[in-house]
């Protein structure tokens, strides 16, 4: 009689080793696997789930380690995975990271019961899924956030590739989500040069009195996949897109100018631009750095009273926001 507690009898969950025996029950489990994924065939897309459950199943529960332990994933699909294709030959390690990823988001993230994700149209393969793979275990909403926009970007339809790559791209770029893929070193590096950076431009800028700037941002209820194509006033999401591009490289140009100024001038001390002013490098000359600058905390406050102007259409002459000039350039 053994006195081993099985954990799904109890419902718990327990770290399963590679180098420990494989049950009865799992060997059976295995069989079972294998068996729905070999009759799954009716169709591609049917076909891709079907391996994509079996293999995250048989992954998760590692099932692949034999009767007596110790065998590794990568030689489990070397030495077991072809006879799940149908004589397509083994799954190499890339392929079944994909089809497992494509399982997992379009059936365990997009079909599940959550606001905001029920009506976005669900990856048809797995290629598709690919540039957001790496974030479905650690960041999974992150994931979704991707995914929309991508179907914004495809005007509702299933995103390309090529759409799903620059959301995710555009998503990791936004300083906004910045933090999530730093360490606890880096982020409080970066808190203080940000800190520093806008202690600077803040003088600059001209609050309106009515308006909280650190009020919650109202939370979007607006799907831009489902809004109307045929409205020829705007292109919600187009506009979206094109805009989060724009914040997305005003941050980095920021950044990158913040990150050269901080490090030389740390380096080299107070007449490192001293000099810089002095040199005539044509059109890259710094003579005139400090109006430059001004330049770009007043188009901060421009954009920043833009946000919170009362006009209506084709009255911004007349709005409340004074400057003494519009930018002309796009």
Not at 52 to 57: M, T, V
Not at 124 to 144: E, F, G, M, Y
Request: hydrophobic content about 40%.
């Amino acid at each position: 009689m053994t006195t081993a507690i099985i954990p799904e009898v109890l419902g718990l969950e327990t770290q399963v080793l590679e180098t420990s025996p494989m049950t009865s029950a799992e060997e059976k489990e295995l069989v079972i696997v294998k068996t729905a994924i070999r009759t799954a065939y009716a169709d591609k897309l049917e076909r891709d789930l079907a391996i994509g459950s079996g293999l995250l199943q048989i992954f998760r529960r590692k099932l692949y380690r034999g009767k007596e332990g110790g065998r590794t994933w990568e030689q489990w699909l070397a030495e077991e995975s072809a006879e799940l294709t149908a004589g397509r030959g083994v799954i190499a390690m890339a392929t079944s990271n994909y089809l497992r990823g494509f399982y997992q988001f379009r059936v365990e993230l997009l079909q599940r019961p959550s606001p905001g994700s029920g009506s976005l149209p669900l990856p048809t393969s797995p290629k598709q899924v690919r540039p957001i793979i790496s974030q479905l275990d650690t960041h999974p909403d992150a994931a979704v956030e991707m995914w929309k926009a991508a179907v914004a970007d495809a005007k509702g339809k299933v995103p390309t590739f090529d759409q799903v790559n620059r959301a995710a791209l555009a998503y990791k770029a936004n300083e906004a989500n910045e933090a999530r893929r730093l360490s606890a070193a880096q982020q409080a590096s970066q808190q203080k040069a940000v800190a520093a950076s806008r202690a600077a431009t803040a003088s600059t800028i001209e609050s309106e009195p009515s308006y909280d700037f650190h009020q919650a941002a109202p939370s979007p209820n607006i799907p831009a996949w489902e809004l109307e194509k045929d409205d020829s006033a705007i292109d919600a999401g187009a506009e979206c897109k094109r805009i989060t591009q724009a914040l997305n490289d005003a941050h980095k140009a920021i950044g990158l100018l913040r990150g050269i100024l901080y490090s030389q001038i740390n380096k080299y001390g107070r007449d490192y631009l001293g000099f810089l002013r002095q040199v005539d490098a044509g059109i890259y000359s710094l003579h005139n750095i400090d109006s430059q600058v001004h330049q770009i905390g007043d188009d901060i406050a421009f954009v920043s009273e833009l946000l919170v102007a009362d006009v209506g259409e084709g009255e911004l002459a007349a709005s409340t926001v004074q400057v003494t000039s519009l930018p002309t350039r796009e």
